[in-house]
């Protein structure tokens, strides 16, 4: 997850205004009349979600290093999409997103990504390896498993940044591209650059999970803590236990702890990468351009980076930038409609 500078100026802002309007309250006169019930924001945009609570049989099929869980919408002729979710999320970000996208006549694929839900390793001596490259290599493998040429993505966090990677270094095999908050490719160089203070606290989890202390606390109490983080990164959206709880039970995965872990800490040059990804991560850390067709979204997590400026000329093939205002981080589970609506124009670029 990336709260760091994009969540920062929103939720300042957002931790001003109700601060003024909790001492503005506390001002008034008791026999000021209540103000009206006030529209949440970005509730038009929620239409639908949280309309399915299930994905469906959970397949599997070996890719590279892994056993892949994916749920699987659509027929098996469509044109496939291929879903990607981030931290601390799983595969039902999409379980109102896969079923319109069916409906359109889409083949849509959702895997768990490695250390999450069902997905594992085929070996106990492969590397819990959480660096953004693997994470990509996993996907290719995945459509090569599936014999799958080229595909649509998506994905946001975790999944934006991967998508991000395929389009970059694999274009080929990506037809169109929805990426929320846009261009999130890792240079770590640049991750070694101080930010301002008020900018640093957003990156308080990182920062957590660079010590045992904050490995050992995420084991023990990740239930809770990825709720607070779901919390934090959308707090317009209000899901309930059960929404909740059917994600969480992915974070109980054996290897999630050491991928989570691994990715944050390999991001600040903390942890080491793999050999066998350094020629990707070479390509990557010249911020390499996205010559695909895109659509990048963005919503209130962004801050005052929702207008795409930042990283507009990292994508240089047909373009659109869409601004989703009130809604937070999990843009696929918080406006299902939007987000599969961008899926499909995106293909149609």
Known sequence: MDISRRLFGGAIAAGT???AASLAACAADSSTPAAPATTVAGAALRTGSGANTTLGPIKQVD???LRVAYAEFGPATGQPVVLLHGWPYDAYSYADVGPILAGAGYRVLVP????????????????????????????????????IDQAVFGGYDW????????????PQRVKALVAVSGYLITQQAAQQQPLPPQAELGWWYQYYFATERGRLGYTRNRHDFNKLIWRTASPAWNFDDATYDRSAAAFDNPDHV?????????????????PQYDAYEQQLAAAP????????????????????????????????HRVLDGIGHNVPQEAPKPFAQAIIDADRL
């Open 258 to 274: 050491d991928i989570v872990i691994s990715n944050y800490r390999w991001r600040l040059s903390l942890a080491p990468g793999e």
């Open 159 to 170: 999944g934006a940044r991967t998508v991000d990677i395929i389009a970059a270094l694999w």
């Open 289 to 320: 351009a996205i010559t695909v067709p895109t659509i990048t979204l963005s919503s209130d997590f962004d801050g005052a980076a929702k207008d795409g400026a930042a990283y507009r000329a990292k994508f240089t093939g047909r373009y659109e």
């Open 112 to 147: 768990f990504l490695r250390g999450y839900g069902q997905t594992t390793f085929l070996s106990p001596q492969t590397v819990r390896n959480g660096q953004q490259a693997a994470i990509a290599r996993d996907i290719v493998d995945f459509l090569d498993a599936l014999h």
């Open 63 to 65: 890719a590279g290093v």
């Open 17 to 19: 205004a109700g601060l």
